[in-house]
């Protein structure tokens, strides 16, 4: 034991290809292998044969930069694992009354506000006069876009919750 209880147990309980896909799966902007590596606790050729079986597996895609090969995680991957969660525990009207809620949320910060949408709160945040306003706004349009994708998910889900939930279509 190196006297890091948490990594040690990471480490002990999780496999190395888990802790790759862990780290990757959590990437906000595209890293090197190395970068995952270091994070993951295993060797850099270690990670390299991982991320490579996740691009396979079109869980992660790659980019290069300044010729060094950058991985992220897949978009597409993402939305259909964060429908799956979406649908796990709910049936339709769970999902639209989250729906209304999410709506509802999106009417408060649009009357609260007098703006429409996110990129209008972050121009009023270039306009104000205390660091506290400005932070306060940036927040708010960063949790408005959280909500906006939120919602079209929900949407998603409502939309083909027969197809995705495996039950009988709905008819046209």
Known sequence: ???????????????????????????????????IAERARVADNTARDHLQRLVEMDVLRTTATDGATRYAPDPLYTRMRALRDLLDGRDRDDLLALKADLQAQIETWRDRYEVDSPTDLRERAAETDTASETRDLRQTANDWDIVRYRLRLVEDAVEHYAEYAGGAPTPA
């Open 1 to 35: 034991m190196t006297g890091r209880p948490g990594i040690d147990s990471w480490k002990a309980h999780q496999t190395a290809f888990d802790r790759v896909r862990s780290v990757a799966l959590t990437l906000s902007e595209p890293r090197s292998a190395g970068w």
